[in-house]
């Protein structure tokens, strides 16, 4: 899957280092509206961080035997934000789904298309036998993604994550491969 076509208007693909200053610059546009929920964004100062991160999926790749993880949104020809596993437990094949989009982009189905796909991809290709999210509480949006798809609410950790100044909780959805459905 180095290049999944959805649909007319949405795609995935692996991030190229080409790819660092648009990447960046969404970033920078959506910083106010994605600090709510990630932890990591004050740590974007330069081009050169998105780089880095661009570098970081490219090693992936070869340690999962070419099998890349990480994936640039394009919608409409435009990086929009960020799919793919954040981490893969081999062993007990399973993979963690985190994602998110440039605030602009919010409210045109663009992530569910690449949930959808991001899942299909997991099960299929990864061979998995279980994928799960992790989501603050609080953010709706998010949850709304993996609920969409019918992941099982399977719990919460109490102050799973520091974001800047406070702790918030996370809910855990999963899902096994068999009660995936093609929806």
Known sequence: MLIQKIDD???LRMFYEDDAEEFFNLIMESKSYLKKWLGWVDHTKTVEDTTQFIKSGHTELIENGGYPTSFAIIYKGKIAGTIGFNEIDKTNKKGFIGYWLGEKFQGKGIMSRAFKSVVDYGFK?????RIQVNVAVDNHKSRAIPERFGFK???MIRQAEWLYNHYVDHIIYGLLAREWKSF
Not at 125 to 129: D, I
Request: proline share 0%; glycine share 10%.
């Open 153 to 155: 609410k399977e719990g």
């Open 125 to 129: 290709e990864l061979k998995l036998n």
């Open 9 to 11: 208007e949405v795609q």
